[in-house]
């Protein structure tokens, strides 16, 4: 296990009380996917020896999860009903209470929960903290899954982090630029390899750092 997934499992571990609650105002659970079409919408699918489906959409897709808020979008989908994959391609969005992302491309597991971004990979959290990439992993907080949500980004990754002050004011963002970075309940961050970190007051750099918005501290080693 990497440094910066060791980190990840110990915060989720002792994640304070009121940030799990904050994470738990947002829907949670299983996805129920639902598709619309459209006049521009093409579908084809093909029946496997198992009784599933694969389909392909294109033409424009669009999914919705209601009961989770969750939205898909792209030009192009194929999904895989034994895996329980779904591959969107093309300029594609997604939305959810904890999380806006977009890509080039992106891989949902259903199984897992688990959705993997490619491409160009620009996300915002509720916080307003913001990444810019080439690839993101997400892991959607699930009852009976996991019981946070989180994200761990590589390819060298640039992160815009939004701390408040005491009275509740933004302060200038932190930027972090690191080869892996990992986030946790939307205040909680962790990166390494070759870590650079810059606000107008600080000039930092290391080997792993980790930062911890919501009590305004942060740590930065070797």
């Given amino acids: 296990m990497s440094r910066t997934s060791m980190l990840v499992a ?20 299983k996805c129920q996917l639902q598709f619309e079409s459209n006049a521009k919408t093409r579908v084809s699918f093909t029946q496997q020896p198992s009784g ?6 294109g033409g424009g897709v669009r999914a919705h999860c209601p009961a989770q808020k969750m939205t898909l979008i792209a030009d192009s989908a194929q999904s895989l ?26 891989t949902y597991y259903e199984a897992t929960e688990r959705i993997v971004a490619e491409g160009d990979v620009h996300s915002r959290l509720p916080s307003g903290t913001t990444m810019v990439g080439p690839r993101a992993e997400y892991f959607r907080a699930v009852p009976g899954v996991r019981t946070q949500a989180h994200m761990i980004s590589t390819g060298r990754p640039t992160f815009k982090i939004i701390q408040v002050d005491s009275s509740g004011k933004p302060a200038e963002p932190m930027t972090v630029i690191a080869n892996r970075v990992a986030t946790v309940a939307d205040s909680l961050v962790f990166a390494s390899g070759r870590v650079e970190m810059t606000r107008p007051d600080v000039v930092a750099h290391g080997d792993s750092a980790a930062v911890d918005s919501g009590h305004e501290f942060a740590r930065l080693m070797r």
Avoid: F, K
Avoid at 52 to 57: A, D, H, R
Avoid at 81 to 106: A, F, K, M, N
């Fill in 52 to 57: 599933e489906y694969n389909t392909y959409l």
């Fill in 10 to 29: 110990v915060a989720l571990a002792a994640l304070p009380i009121g940030a799990a609650g904050a994470q738990q105002l947002a829907p949670s659970g």
């Fill in 81 to 106: 009903g034994d895996q329980r994959v779904l591959y969107l391609i093309g300029h594609v969005h997604y939305t959810e209470p904890r999380l806006t992302l977009t890509s080039h491309r992106l």
